[in-house]
């Protein structure tokens, strides 16, 4: 059974940095495409970055610059550092892997930046 465990979300001032982790078990996640995507209220989910399992990243032009997506095989977690966060950062992010057949999501955690 494929579990993904998200972390790091919380309530930050604007210009602050959080880390967001999720921890998947159940896959081979090394040989997964894995991202966060957010969906803030009102608005559809978006892509936020991604990592391929050869490390190549792909980031929103909002987010360039200012978030940094990683990976570590042995822990089979994907990370998401944000830094330099803005208030329109704010919304439910969720982690995403795909494999060659299925796609997974992670149960949302919240991210709450105030200006």
């Known amino acids: 059974q494929v579990q993904l465990v998200e972390s790091g979300g919380g309530l930050v001032q604007a210009g602050g940095s959080l880390r967001l982790s999720c921890a998947a078990s159940?896959?081979?996640?090394?040989?997964?495409?894995s991202g966060w995507y957010r969906q803030a209220p009102g608005k559809q989910r978006e892509l936020v970055a991604g990592?391929?399992?050869?490390?190549?990243?792909n980031y929103a032009d909002s987010v360039k610059g200012r978030f940094a997506i990683s990976r570590d095989n042995a822990k089979n977690t994907v990370y998401l550092q944000m830094n330099s966060l803005k208030p329109e950062d704010t919304g439910v992010y969720y982690c995403?892997?795909?494999?060659?057949?299925?796609?997974?999501w992670g149960q949302g955690t919240q991210v709450t930046v105030s200006s």
């Open positions: 995403n892997i795909k494999t060659a057949l299925y796609t997974y």
């Open positions: 159940g896959i081979a996640f090394r040989n997964t495409y």
């Open positions: 990592i391929s399992s050869g490390g190549s990243t």
